[in-house]
């Protein structure tokens, strides 16, 4: 089993910076994708960053430039480094894993993540 803990998030204003950071734990295959996904109240889920365990990155549009993701020292770990965040950006970050061997996606529980205008 895999277990997600996100941590990091909460409010700031608009144009300030948050950071995410998430840590696998359990049996994590080493080839694997980690990201971050999104949802806002009454949205759909959407990806915002993604991180292959072979060093390639992927960003939503709406993000690129402003949102950095990426892996840390510490095994197993993906952070999302946040600047010149907007009102739009607010919701509900998940963390997400997926490996071949799973074929399945492991979900955190979210970091709310606020930007007031």
């Known amino acids: 089993q895999v277990e997600l803990v996100e941590s990091g998030g909460g409010l700031v204003q608009a144009g300030g910076s948050l950071s995410l950071s998430c840590a696998a734990s359990?049996?994590?295959?080493?080839?694997?994708?980690m990201g971050w996904y999104r949802q806002a109240p009454g949205k759909e889920r959407e990806m915002v960053a993604t991180?292959?365990?072979?060093?390639?990155?992927n960003y939503a549009d709406s993000v690129k430039g402003r949102f950095t993701i990426s892996r840390a020292n510490v095994k197993n770990t993906v952070l999302l480094q946040m600047n010149d965040l907007k009102p739009e950006d607010t919701a509900n970050y998940l963390c997400?894993?997926?490996?071949?061997?799973?074929?399945?996606?492991?979900w955190g529980k979210g970091a709310l993540v606020t930007v007031s205008s």
């Open positions: 997400s894993l997926w490996t071949p061997r799973d074929d399945r996606y492991y």
């Open positions: 359990g049996s994590v295959f080493s080839i694997n994708v």
């Open positions: 991180s292959t365990s072979g060093g390639s990155t």
